[in-house]
């Protein structure tokens, strides 16, 4: 299985901007895929979570009401659709997946994924 993110770049605030995952693999049916984000000198975090196979979602309390994750079965592809850009948004944003079937009262937990993409950088300019 391959996480294969892309789509990042440079964008003032307050634009937009949408980061894609490919998903490649043999018989790929993830429970979870997520996107998180690492900015410079800081631990990574949990911005965006999506059941593959139900559709619900959760996100980070930074992002609520500005950033919107999907996803396509059909393509094997993930995607987030980031509006209102700030400034701290600007860090490198993975995708990952968990794989077998799970359970948990939220989807931000890090160590849970199992799976992850190389990172895309996003950088959001003042």
């Known amino acids: 299985v391959q996480l294969q993110a892309s789509g990042g770049g440079l964008e003032q605030a307050g634009g937009s901007l949408r980061v894609s995952c490919a998903v490649s693999?043999?018989?790929?049916?993830?429970?979870?895929m997520a996107w998180f984000r690492q900015a410079p000198g800081k631990e990574r975090e949990f911005v965006a979570a999506i059941n593959w196979r139900r559709g619900n979602t959760e996100y980070g309390d930074p992002v609520k009401g500005r950033f919107t994750i999907s996803r396509d079965k059909a393509k094997n592809s993930m995607y987030l659709q980031m509006n209102s850009l700030k400034t701290e948004d600007t860090a490198v944003y993975y995708c990952?997946?968990?794989?077998?079937?799970?359970?948990?009262?939220?989807?931000?937990?890090?160590?849970?994924?199992?799976?992850w993409g190389q990172g895309t950088q996003v950088t959001v300019s003042s």
């Open positions: 990952a997946a968990i794989r077998q079937t799970y359970y948990s009262d939220t989807y931000s937990r890090l160590n849970d994924y199992d799976a």
């Open positions: 693999g043999r018989s790929f049916s993830p429970h979870i």
